[in-house]
């Protein structure tokens, strides 16, 4: 039980002074000692202290420890994973102290952990709106803080994680999934624009589906009998991992024309050199290659303003119209869930045979 005695003592200078003492014996037999400028204040303390402890939901660190201080340990946390290899890849490690300094530091970081609410993590979220940060962005940073807390529940700084269940919630059809494949009449001109290098290297993405990470990651070796063991990504800092998920890693057929062109290429070359590589033979930076090769030929071939990914999505769009079905195409995309799939393409796969369906549903209702 927490108990409150008042406390006077006198000053150097011999002024009287008093305050109100909460002392308090957690679950694990510490005990802890707070000091209040007013009894009114030691009281309320008090009483959220017992529930707490009774619920066993009290944390003493949580009193003292703030979203700062949550913040320092879970980078430091995933820096020394990353110094393991312990996936935890420069590119996460990076883009997350990012989320967490820029957004939620400044926001919240003086917050204490006891006094943090869902309601201030929605604040946050109504902040970044108001500011014009986009939504997968905000989901990012609120992701990020809650993996923050997570850490810091884990080290008994505090009992609950405020920001999990929070949602980023958009306008209708923001930030939708569904996605919108460049046109065959814009992936021709393009490739008529592109020298040999770049023209093989749009008509792989664009057939293949390969992410660039996965593409540019491709070594000679990964190719047998004409098909695609993707097995590697690599990076923007050179860092090489195995593919974003365990569905990443996948086996991709290819066409008999696309296995003739690459045959051709590969004569002379070592089972560990890239098929894809840079002017050095190294691997192709993803950012390099953008500015130097990519945006160039947008312009050279005077089409719409897409990016590399949007080749990933014309691939995927050919193998609808060519009748595969939507769990053959989570394969080949190498998405983890079917939920994936269909979220970004459902609307892409052809909608006769859900006719034909509520027809036949229909005939007995219509029936003589």
């Known amino acids: 039980m927490a108990t409150i005695t008042k406390r006077r003592w006198k000053t150097g200078k011999g002024e009287d002074r008093e305050a109100w003492v909460l002392a308090y014996t957690d679950k694990a037999g510490k005990r802890h000692k707070k000091q209040f400028a007013r009894k009114r204040e030691a009281d309320a303390r008090r009483v959220e202290i017992e529930g707490d402890i009774s619920k066993g939901v009290f944390r003493a660190d949580a009193a003292y ?50 006094e943090l609410t869902a309601r201030a993590v929605n604040d946050l979220v109504e902040k970044l709106k108001d500011e014009n940060v986009g939504l997968p962005t905000i989901r990012r940073v609120v992701g990020a803080l809650s993996r923050t807390l997570q850490f810091a529940i884990g080290q008994d ?60 990651a491709l070594r000679w070796r990964n190719i047998v009998d004409g098909v695609i063991k993707v097995e590697q990504r690599v990076d923007a800092f050179g860092e090489f991992d195995t593919t974003k998920s365990e569905s990443g890693k996948r086996d991709v057929p290819m066409s008999k024309a696309l296995a003739s062109e690459l045959k051709s290429l590969r004569k002379g070359k070592k089972g560990d050199d890239f098929v894809f590589p840079d002017s050095a033979g190294g691997f192709t930076r993803h950012t390099n290659f953008m500015r130097r090769k990519w945006k160039p030929l947008i312009a050279k071939a005077e089409v719409a303003d897409i990016g590399w990914h949007a080749l990933r999505h014309f691939a995927v769009s050919t193998w609808i119209e060519a009748g595969l079905p939507p769990k053959a195409v989570q394969t080949l995309a190498g998405h983890a869930t079917y939920a994936i799939t269909m979220n970004r393409y459902g609307h892409l796969f052809p909608s006769e045979d859900h006719t034909a369906a509520m027809d036949k549903i229909s005939a007995a209702l219509y029936a003589d």
Not at 182 to 200: F, V
């Open 65 to 114: 420890k703030t979203v700062k201080d949550a913040i320092d340990g879970y980078v430091k946390q995933l820096d020394r994973r990353h110094q393991r290899g312990e996936q935890v890849t420069t590119m996460y490690l990076k883009n997350t102290t990012g989320q967490l300094r820029t957004h939620v530091e400044p926001e919240l970081g003086e917050t204490r952990l006891a």
């Open 157 to 216: 700084w505090v009992a609950t994680n405020a920001a999990k269940g929070v949602r980023v919630i958009g306008k209708r059809g923001e930030g939708s999934e569904k996605v919108t494949p460049p046109t065959k009449a814009a992936l021709a001109d393009l490739i008529k624009a592109a020298d040999d290098d770049m023209r093989l290297r749009i008509r792989f993405a664009a057939a293949t589906g390969l992410r660039a990470s996965e593409q540019w």
